[in-house]
């Protein structure tokens, strides 16, 4: 049973944007935290941007913040990550990631029940 499914990845040339779209169904519908997070070959899995979905409270590395935008549709029970002024450091595997209950650091990728199969973007100079 598919849970949390990502599309929208792809290839792009620096300064170039891409949306990044998560869509959840079973369980996964109800997490009180959504989020992103980035793995690059032979690092860590970091967070990028989380938003809580009762309140719409959003949270960004700083990495990120002023270029990716995290947002939801609750209706298509969606979450997205706009994209912006990507640069090669962005290049990575990107997941998406859900928490039932919302607890413990958005930063944390053990506070997170699902995760979606990754969609990967390249990000050239």
């Known amino acids: 049973q598919v849970q949390l499914e990502e599309s929208g990845g792809g290839s792009v040339q620096a300064g170039g944007s891409l949306r990044l779209s998560c869509a959840a169904s079973?369980?996964?519908?109800?997490?009180?935290?959504m989020a992103w997070f980035r793995q690059a070959p032979g690092k860590q899995r970091d967070g990028v941007a989380t938003?809580?979905?009762?309140?719409?409270?959003?949270y960004y590395a700083n990495s990120v913040k002023g270029r990716f935008t995290i947002s939801r549709d609750k209706a298509k029970n969606t979450v997205y990550l706009q994209m912006n002024s990507l640069s090669p450091e962005d290049t990575a595997m990107y997941y998406c990631?859900?928490?039932?209950?919302?607890?413990?650091?958005?930063?944390?990728?053990?506070?997170?029940?699902?995760w979606g199969q990754g969609t990967q973007v390249t990000v050239s100079s």
């Open positions: 079973g369980s996964a519908i109800n997490s009180a935290r």
């Open positions: 938003i809580y979905t009762g309140s719409g409270v959003t």
């Open positions: 990631a859900a928490s039932l209950t919302g607890g413990g650091s958005w930063l944390y990728s053990g506070n997170y029940n699902y």
